[in-house]
């Protein structure tokens, strides 16, 4: 071995740093420290973050032996370990449900557990123990295919602050008292549920990630909104749902949150938002809202369009702009309401400090091209405007550009760029 | 007071911090990259000093010149603030290129002065150092000593990658190593005759569970708690206890030093069975610190596989019926020559025991 004359060069650096070092390492490699010298044999037992997947053991083909060492591995190195732990992940395909999870859960419980991701594999879906919620400290928790049944007598997590929940068996009105009790839930992420009808109560909330089938949501306390972002997925009974509800969606979701930072919408967003629409003056104006971004907007749907224009002249203050087109060039020729646009379109309004705007997906339509005529007139700071067409032939896109050109801009600096491929 | 000294003459002068190493050398750096350190930063504020030669501020003892030279280049360019996100990222690759001792050094001295975002950097150098290393790199890399025993660097891993099976054998590898290199510097001192055993394995596991047994000589170890148990060996004639004795620490370790892998090997005094299995081996080639299973060929594997199986298949099965020999044996052997100091060694029977059985409930009903 190397030279003697060298002293020790690391062992003898401040335990909070030996830990820093080992929680950067995969877990085998922090556990393989514990032979190399007298020093470091428990050095990696008192790391507080655990990340266990299945790098943890030497992979092979036989399924069975893989997840029996993994189990293995993991119950062993939560028995050497020491002291709390903050942290524990656990992302594998190999793990179906079985008894030793179940264990682990009710071990680190007890071990002052703060954040918790539970990722597990495609099969029958993990049931969670009961033992997760007595956990007292979580302060985060992320759940992936697993099935969740809080008892009659839980309390909600009162240290919560960010919950995952992606393709979670859960029951609608287990989901809504969970959210609303835990008081300090600042960001909320609900993927992949089916048909969910859901009234988030969360006031600290700030962050909002929303995906899946969603029937109805309505954000009934949610004053401290920041950023949020939903990709609404529909089926066709929902949409009728919806056809035969009265409620305006659009109030529903976006009406109780004035700190509004940033809006995605993805998907049936706005179609979603366009039901019920009562079309009057908003009694809101989102005075912090200065990034948008819409995708898949159909503008053959006059509704989708007075959405879109109702939340951009709803927010003095936006800055960038980005939107994307699901229109169906080849279907539309002739649009009708084509005179909305100089007689009904909000004339007095301005976009004092819109920036940028990016249109993508867009097949020419008329509408599409009176809405991008709208907005050079309405942007007096407007700096760059990038248009991508979907267009396959050419010549679709040279009449898009040569209606393009004729448009008047109010900004003098502004760009506009017609990115070709 | 502090902002009037600080405020230093002409608008045009920029001001300048001096800084005091432990080895006595002063340094003076512009005001902006040493705020940048948040214990320079707080010893200004908080105490004033800083602002001429004479009241240069002492950094702790872990920053040498040179590493400060590196430390205040990182403050330099990271206290500027308009640069991006890429430039910052580029720069601290570029940075931690440096040898494995210098980086210790800064990681060390960036902790001292409370630079999180410098520790950061260097520690995440320092586990993609360590990633992926056999521990012998790792030891030559870091200049760390080799100093744990052949059982003890294998307890670990072993636990937590293999199963069982191969648990009980690799201790019974490790103290056949152990053996074997004793053996090799005992050789070189003295010829010693070899002993042959030409037991079978049924002879040798009547005897772990209680047959007549003959002590041979003891050997010399390095175990403390060999010795320990050699002491109350000659008190003790039940030599029948003693190889329970080594059966039980197998199993219960861990409630009798509070280390959960730590694995005994068992008195030599009273084993037969190492005797027996370290002479089969001992015609071996040197066994080096590599992988075990390799050493050994097949016929010899299968056997310990054999032998290995059987142990714990006993070592399960019997378990309660031996129990009962032991306590019934130990209090006969041991009430009978006591008179004298039938307390002390009642006290000490019970303490056994609860060694033994690491049994709770015996230890909280003794005095």
Redesign the interface.
């Known amino acids: 071995?190397?030279?003697?004359s060298?002293?020790?060069?690391?062992?003898n650096?401040?335990q909070?740093?030996i830990e820093?070092?080992?929680t950067?390492?995969?877990i085998r490699?922090a556990?393989?420290?514990?032979?190399?010298?007298?020093?470091?044999?428990y050095k990696w037992t008192t790391i507080t973050h655990l990340s266990f997947d299945e790098k943890c053991?030497t992979l092979s083909n036989d399924r069975a032996l893989v997840e029996k060492?993994l189990i293995?591995?993991v119950t062993?190195?939560l028995?050497?370990h020491q002291g709390p732990i903050h942290k524990f992940q656990l992302s594998t395909s190999y793990l179906q449900s079985c008894s030793d999870i179940d264990q682990w859960i009710l071990f680190l419980s007890r071990n002052d557990i703060k954040e918790l991701v539970l990722e597990l594999g495609e099969g029958e879906w993990f049931r969670v123990p009961s033992c997760l919620f007595y956990c007292k400290k979580l302060t985060r928790l992320e759940l992936f295919r697993c099935e969740l049944d809080p008892p009659p007598s839980f309390k909600g997590f009162l240290c919560l602050k960010s919950l995952n929940l992606h393709q979670v068996l859960v029951t609608p009105d287990a989901i809504e008292s969970l959210i609303s009790s835990c008081p300090l839930l600042e960001s909320l992420a609900l993927s992949y549920f089916d048909s969910l009808a859901l009234n988030i109560r969360a006031p600290n909330l700030k962050y909002l990630c929303l995906e899946g089938e969603f029937k109805d949501i309505c954000l009934e306390n949610t004053p401290l909104l920041v950023a949020m972002s939903v990709a609404m997925y529909m089926t066709d009974d929902i949409a009728e749902h919806f056809e035969q509800s009265s409620n305006c969606n659009f109030i529903k979701f976006l009406g109780g949150i004035p700190l509004l930072e940033r809006l995605v919408g993805h998907i049936y967003f706005t179609k979603y938002l366009s039901i019920g629409n009562d079309l009057g003056i908003l009694p809101i104006t989102y005075n912090r809202l200065k990034i948008i971004e819409l995708y898949q907007v159909s503008f053959e749907d006059m509704n989708e369009i007075l959405v879109v224009l109702r939340l951009i002249t709803s927010a003095p203050n936006l800055r960038e702009l980005q939107i994307s087109g699901s229109s169906n060039a080849l279907a539309a020729i002739e649009a009708s309401d084509l005179d909305f646009w100089e007689k009904q379109c909000p004339s007095d309004c301005t976009f004092r400090r819109l920036k940028v705007v990016k249109m993508t997906d867009m097949s020419g339509v008329p509408h599409e091209m009176e809405f991008i005529k709208f907005l050079l007139k309405k942007s007096p700071v407007l700096e760059m405007m990038s248009i991508t067409p979907c267009a396959y032939g050419l010549e679709g896109r040279m009449k898009m550009l040569i209606e393009l050109v004729r448009f008047k801009r109010a900004s003098p600096e502004a760009e506009v760029i017609f990115i070709q491929d | 007071m502090s902002e009037g000294v600080m405020a230093v003459v002409k608008p045009e002068m920029k001001s300048y911090i001096w800084l005091q190493t432990a080895d006595g050398s002063i340094q003076q750096v512009e005001e902006e990259v040493a705020m940048f350190c948040p214990m320079i930063c707080r010893e200004i504020l908080q105490t004033g000093m800083g602002s001429s030669k004479n009241y240069a501020i002492s950094l702790p003892q872990r920053v040498n010149p040179a590493i400060l030279g590196l430390i205040l280049d990182y403050c330099r360019f990271h206290q500027v603030p308009g640069r991006s996100n890429k430039e910052r990222k580029t720069f601290d690759e570029k940075f931690i290129r440096m040898d494995?001792?210098k980086l210790?050094e800064l990681?060390?001295a960036a902790?001292s002065l409370q630079l999180k975002p410098l520790?950061?950097l260097t520690?995440?150098a320092?586990?993609r150092i360590?990633?992926?290393k056999t521990?012998?790199e790792?030891?030559?890399t870091?200049?760390?000593?080799?100093?744990?025993t052949e059982e003890?660097?294998?307890e670990?891993?072993r636990?937590?990658?293999d199963?069982p099976r191969i648990r009980l054998l690799n201790r019974l590898y490790a103290r056949k190593r152990k053996e074997l290199k004793e053996r090799e510097k005992l050789k070189s001192v003295e010829a010693e005759e070899e002993r042959v055993d030409e037991r079978s394995v049924d002879d040798l596991l009547t005897f772990i569970n209680g047959g007549n047994r003959e002590t041979k000589g003891v050997k010399t170890n390095k175990n403390k708690k060999k010795n320990r148990r050699r002491k109350d060996h000659p008190k003790d004639s039940s030599t029948n206890v003693n190889g329970h004795n080594k059966d039980l620490d197998a199993l219960s370790s861990a409630s009798q030093d509070g280390d959960?892998?730590n694995v005994e090997s068992p008195s030599p005094s009273s084993s037969k069975l190492q005797d027996s299995t370290y002479v089969t081996f001992s015609s071996k080639r040197d066994l080096d610190d590599g992988d075990l299973d390799d050493d050994l060929d097949p016929a010899m594997k299968e056997e310990l596989d054999r032998e290995v199986e059987d142990f714990a298949r006993r070592l399960n099965s019997d378990w309660p019926e031996r129990m009962q020999e032991i306590l019934s044996l130990g209090q006969e052997r041991k009430l009978a020559p006591i008179d004298i100091n039938g307390n002390g060694s009642a006290r000490r029977y019970k303490s056994d025991l609860q060694v033994w059985t690491g049994d709770n409930d015996l230890r909280e009903s003794t005095i």
Do not use: Q
């Open positions: 071995m190397g030279d003697f060298g002293c020790d060069l690391i062992s650096l401040p909070s740093i820093s070092i080992l950067r390492l995969p490699d556990v393989r420290t514990s032979c190399l010298s007298r020093k470091w044999r053991v060492s293995d591995f062993r190195a028995f050497l | 494995t001792k210790c990681t060390s902790d520790v950061d520690s995440r320092l586990a360590i990633e992926g521990p012998e790792i030891r030559e870091f200049h760390l000593p080799d100093d744990l003890e660097k294998l670990p891993l636990n937590i990658t199963d959960t892998i």
